[in-house]
T-cell receptor, first 117, second 114 residues
Framework: GAVVSQHPSWVICKSGTSVKIECRSLDFQATTMFWYRQFPKQSLMLMAT?????????EQGVEKDKFLINHASLTLSTLTVTSAHPEDSSFYICSARGDGNRATEAFFGQGTRLTVV | AQSVTQLDSQVPVFEEAPVELRCNYSSSVSVYLFWYVQYPNQGLQLLLK??????LVKGINGFEAEFNKSQTSFHLRKPSVHISDTAEYFCAVSMDTGRRALTFGSGTRLQVQP
């Protein structure tokens, strides 16, 4: 099956610093990547969609200047949480979709637990 | 726009008993339907998906789901659960065209008791 690797799996940072989360498709080309946020005991909320080489499309209410998304290649997308604050603490999950047989299904990374102190 | 409703936030069940997790969706266009499982502090694993064709879909770990277009439902079933099935289960829907971003239900916590 298709493998999506997300790194780091957890990170603790100080308030005011920035954190970068990487999402890699290991064995397929991800034409589209999605970033989700999940609060404790809640569902996943789509933050943004990114296509390789173009600007990300953000969902309503998501601050694009705070959550910087870069999809520089067909195997890598990054989410940078800038000037993080405690309210940004959450579980962030990426998923990736390819073409052809991998176009109908999104494959998920393991998630990143961000704690801002 | 699509929406997904998972009617039960928690489902307690005894080991080896059958279980059904309910999911209803709303959409004005054709959709794909999915069930995912999430273990604590992990990403999502696909259990099964409905794209087209047979309305009864079989997935991994003995799970199956039935697509009912008239009732706009996609309920997940397993005839005999194990302790290891304890997890959070999410029903999701996406359009069958375009970017196909997933819209998730609120999740159902399946708690299997010995």
């Amino acid at each position: 099956g298709a493998v999506v690797s997300q790194h780091p799996s957890w990170v603790i940072c100080k308030s005011g610093t920035s954190v970068k989360i990487e999402c890699r498709s290991l064995d397929f080309q991800a034409t589209t990547m999605f970033w989700y946020r999940q609060f404790p005991k809640q569902s996943l909320m789509l933050m943004a969609t990114s296509n390789e080489g173009s600007k990300a499309t953000y969902e309503q209410g998501v601050e694009k200047d705070k959550f910087l998304i870069n999809h520089a290649s067909l195997t890598l997308s990054t989410l940078t949480v800038t000037s993080a604050h405690p309210e940004d603490s959450s579980f962030y999950i990426c998923s990736a979709r390819g073409d052809g047989n991998r176009a109908t299904e999104a494959f998920f990374g393991q998630g990143t637990r961000l704690t801002v102190v | 726009a699509q929406s997904v409703t998972q009617l039960d936030s928690q489902v307690p069940v005894f080991e080896e008993a059958p279980v059904e997790l309910r999911c209803n969706y709303s959409s004005s266009v054709s959709v794909y339907l999915f069930w995912y499982v999430q273990y604590p502090n992990q990403g999502l694993q696909l259990l099964l998906k409905y794209l087209s064709g047979s309305t009864l879909v079989k997935g991994i770990n003995g799970f199956e789901a039935e697509f009912n277009k008239s009732q706009t439902s996609f309920h997940l079933r397993k005839p005999s659960v194990h302790i290891s099935d304890t997890a959070e289960y999410f029903c999701a829907v996406s359009m069958d065209t375009g970017r196909r971003a997933l819209t998730f239900g609120s999740g159902t916590r399946l708690q299997v008791q010995p």
